[in-house]
Protein backbone atom coordinates (compact mmCIF):
# COMPACT_ATOMS: atom_id res chain seq x y z
CA UNK A 1 0.00 0.00 0.00
CA UNK A 2 1.50 3.52 -1.01
CA UNK A 3 1.37 6.63 0.97
CA UNK A 4 -0.51 9.31 -0.79
CA UNK A 5 1.07 12.54 -2.01
CA UNK A 6 4.43 13.27 -4.12
CA UNK A 7 8.07 12.10 -2.18
CA UNK A 8 9.55 15.26 -0.77
CA UNK A 9 13.32 15.95 -1.60
CA UNK A 10 15.89 17.42 0.55
CA UNK A 11 13.00 17.38 3.27
CA UNK A 12 15.91 17.73 5.80
CA UNK A 13 17.06 21.03 4.86
CA UNK A 14 13.49 22.80 4.88
CA UNK A 15 12.32 25.08 7.80
CA UNK A 16 9.49 22.48 9.68
CA UNK A 17 8.36 23.42 13.18
CA UNK A 18 8.69 19.51 13.08
CA UNK A 19 12.17 19.50 12.29
CA UNK A 20 14.12 17.85 15.33
CA UNK A 21 18.05 18.78 15.78
CA UNK A 22 19.11 15.01 15.01
CA UNK A 23 17.35 15.84 11.55
CA UNK A 24 19.47 18.40 10.85
CA UNK A 25 22.43 16.64 12.17
CA UNK A 26 21.73 13.86 10.24
CA UNK A 27 21.18 15.67 7.10
CA UNK A 28 24.65 17.17 7.43
CA UNK A 29 26.19 13.66 8.21
CA UNK A 30 24.69 11.99 4.85
CA UNK A 31 25.98 14.93 3.01
CA UNK A 32 29.30 15.27 4.33
CA UNK A 33 29.40 10.98 3.81
CA UNK A 34 28.11 11.45 0.64
CA UNK A 35 30.66 14.19 -0.49
CA UNK A 36 33.83 12.55 1.43
CA UNK A 37 32.72 9.48 -0.59
CA UNK A 38 33.26 11.23 -4.34
CA UNK A 39 36.31 12.53 -3.47
CA UNK A 40 37.84 10.04 -1.72
CA UNK A 41 37.00 7.64 -4.65
CA UNK A 42 37.94 9.97 -7.34
CA UNK A 43 40.74 10.46 -5.62
CA UNK A 44 42.36 7.38 -5.22
CA UNK A 45 41.02 6.19 -8.13
CA UNK A 46 42.98 8.71 -10.65
CA UNK A 47 46.36 8.30 -8.37
CA UNK A 48 46.36 4.20 -8.90
CA UNK A 49 44.93 5.20 -12.38
CA UNK A 50 48.04 7.38 -13.13
CA UNK A 51 50.54 5.03 -10.98
CA UNK A 52 49.82 1.91 -13.10
CA UNK A 53 50.09 3.80 -16.50
CA UNK A 54 53.24 5.59 -15.39
CA UNK A 55 54.94 2.24 -14.43
CA UNK A 56 53.27 0.47 -17.66
CA UNK A 57 55.15 3.37 -19.75
CA UNK A 58 58.49 2.87 -17.67
CA UNK A 59 58.09 -0.82 -18.71
CA UNK A 60 57.77 0.27 -22.50
CA UNK A 61 60.90 2.60 -22.64
CA UNK A 62 63.30 -0.28 -20.48
CA UNK A 63 62.05 -3.28 -21.85
CA UNK A 64 63.44 -4.57 -24.92
CA UNK A 65 63.13 -7.36 -27.14
CA UNK A 66 66.30 -9.54 -28.67
CA UNK A 67 66.59 -12.22 -30.51
CA UNK A 68 66.74 -15.97 -29.01
CA UNK A 69 67.21 -19.40 -30.25
CA UNK A 70 65.36 -22.52 -28.91
CA UNK A 71 68.40 -24.93 -27.28
CA UNK A 72 66.76 -27.99 -27.55
CA UNK A 73 63.18 -28.74 -29.97
CA UNK A 74 59.74 -27.93 -28.57
CA UNK A 75 57.77 -30.66 -27.49
CA UNK A 76 55.01 -31.83 -29.36
CA UNK A 77 54.03 -31.71 -33.55
CA UNK A 78 53.91 -28.95 -35.64
CA UNK A 79 50.42 -27.59 -35.98
CA UNK A 80 50.77 -28.29 -40.53
CA UNK A 81 50.61 -24.55 -41.24
CA UNK A 82 47.83 -23.07 -38.95
CA UNK A 83 48.75 -19.74 -37.84
CA UNK A 84 47.16 -20.17 -34.39
CA UNK A 85 48.41 -23.87 -33.52
CA UNK A 86 49.57 -25.00 -30.42
CA UNK A 87 51.87 -23.35 -28.12
CA UNK A 88 54.60 -25.03 -25.81
CA UNK A 89 57.42 -24.02 -22.91
CA UNK A 90 60.83 -24.34 -24.52
CA UNK A 91 64.56 -23.50 -23.53
CA UNK A 92 65.52 -20.60 -25.13
CA UNK A 93 69.05 -18.96 -24.91
CA UNK A 94 69.72 -15.08 -25.69
CA UNK A 95 72.55 -12.78 -25.15
CA UNK A 96 71.63 -9.52 -22.65
CA UNK A 97 72.59 -6.06 -23.75
CA UNK A 98 75.85 -6.64 -21.57
CA UNK A 99 77.13 -9.41 -23.90
CA UNK A 100 76.09 -12.27 -20.82
CA UNK A 101 74.32 -15.18 -21.17
CA UNK A 102 71.15 -16.09 -20.27
CA UNK A 103 68.78 -18.39 -20.75
CA UNK A 104 64.89 -19.13 -19.76
CA UNK A 105 61.63 -20.67 -20.67
CA UNK A 106 59.47 -18.94 -23.33
CA UNK A 107 56.00 -20.26 -25.22
CA UNK A 108 56.84 -21.47 -28.81
CA UNK A 109 54.83 -23.32 -31.24
CA UNK A 110 54.51 -27.18 -30.30
CA UNK A 111 57.61 -29.05 -32.15
CA UNK A 112 59.71 -26.13 -32.99
CA UNK A 113 63.37 -27.46 -34.06
CA UNK A 114 66.34 -26.97 -32.14
CA UNK A 115 67.76 -23.05 -32.92
CA UNK A 116 64.47 -21.76 -34.13
CA UNK A 117 64.64 -18.00 -33.86
CA UNK A 118 62.30 -16.95 -30.97
CA UNK A 119 62.08 -12.97 -29.67
CA UNK A 120 62.16 -12.73 -25.68
CA UNK A 121 61.72 -9.37 -24.22
CA UNK A 122 64.32 -8.52 -21.38
CA UNK A 123 64.73 -6.02 -19.05
CA UNK A 124 67.86 -4.04 -18.62
CA UNK A 125 70.06 -6.69 -16.56
CA UNK A 126 68.86 -9.19 -19.35
CA UNK A 127 65.91 -11.16 -17.07
CA UNK A 128 63.22 -12.08 -18.87
CA UNK A 129 59.89 -10.35 -18.63
CA UNK A 130 56.61 -10.42 -20.31
CA UNK A 131 56.05 -8.44 -23.50
CA UNK A 132 54.85 -4.72 -22.33
CA UNK A 133 51.29 -3.42 -22.80
CA UNK A 134 50.83 -1.32 -25.77
CA UNK A 135 49.36 2.54 -24.78
CA UNK A 136 45.87 1.16 -25.83
CA UNK A 137 46.43 -1.46 -22.85
CA UNK A 138 47.97 0.79 -20.25
CA UNK A 139 45.27 2.99 -20.71
CA UNK A 140 42.90 0.13 -20.35
CA UNK A 141 44.87 -1.62 -16.72
CA UNK A 142 44.84 1.98 -15.20
CA UNK A 143 41.56 2.55 -15.77
CA UNK A 144 40.36 -0.60 -14.66
CA UNK A 145 42.71 -0.64 -11.56
CA UNK A 146 41.55 3.10 -10.98
CA UNK A 147 37.92 2.13 -10.93
CA UNK A 148 38.72 -0.50 -8.71
CA UNK A 149 40.94 1.07 -6.57
CA UNK A 150 38.31 4.06 -6.25
CA UNK A 151 35.55 1.98 -5.64
CA UNK A 152 37.73 -0.03 -2.85
CA UNK A 153 38.61 3.38 -1.18
CA UNK A 154 35.30 5.07 -1.65
CA UNK A 155 33.65 2.30 0.49
CA UNK A 156 35.18 3.51 3.49
CA UNK A 157 33.83 7.26 4.02
CA UNK A 158 30.65 5.16 3.06
CA UNK A 159 30.19 2.66 5.50
CA UNK A 160 30.95 4.89 7.92
CA UNK A 161 28.71 7.20 7.38
CA UNK A 162 26.11 4.39 7.30
CA UNK A 163 27.63 3.48 10.63
CA UNK A 164 27.17 7.09 11.97
CA UNK A 165 23.51 7.38 10.49
CA UNK A 166 22.57 3.99 12.32
CA UNK A 167 23.86 5.03 15.48
CA UNK A 168 22.24 7.93 15.27
CA UNK A 169 18.99 6.17 14.17
CA UNK A 170 19.04 3.96 17.56
CA UNK A 171 19.42 6.58 19.52
CA UNK A 172 16.64 8.68 18.34
CA UNK A 173 14.13 5.14 18.48
CA UNK A 174 15.62 5.48 22.30
CA UNK A 175 14.73 8.70 22.47
CA UNK A 176 11.38 8.37 21.10
CA UNK A 177 10.85 5.56 23.79
CA UNK A 178 11.96 7.93 26.31
CA UNK A 179 9.69 10.53 25.29
CA UNK A 180 6.61 8.48 24.57
CA UNK A 181 7.35 7.06 28.50
CA UNK A 182 6.86 10.70 30.13
CA UNK A 183 4.03 11.78 27.68
CA UNK A 184 2.09 7.99 29.03
CA UNK A 185 3.34 9.25 32.72
CA UNK A 186 2.01 11.95 32.56
CA UNK A 187 -1.55 11.63 30.12
CA UNK A 188 -2.02 8.20 31.57
CA UNK A 189 -2.66 9.23 35.06
CA UNK A 190 -5.32 12.04 33.74
CA UNK A 191 -7.36 10.05 31.38
CA UNK A 192 -7.23 6.51 33.37
Known amino acids: MAFGGPKVWLWRWRRNPLKRRADTVEAWILLGAWALTVLVGVLAGWAAAGSVEQELARERVEWRPLVGRLTEPAPGKAAG ?57 ARLRASLVGGLAGMGAAAFPFVGGRLLRSSLERRRIDQWDTDWALFDAVWGRRMG
Open 81 to 137: GSAGGDHVWAEVAWTGPDGSAHNGQVRVGAGSPTGTAVTVWTDRQGRLVAQPATPAQ
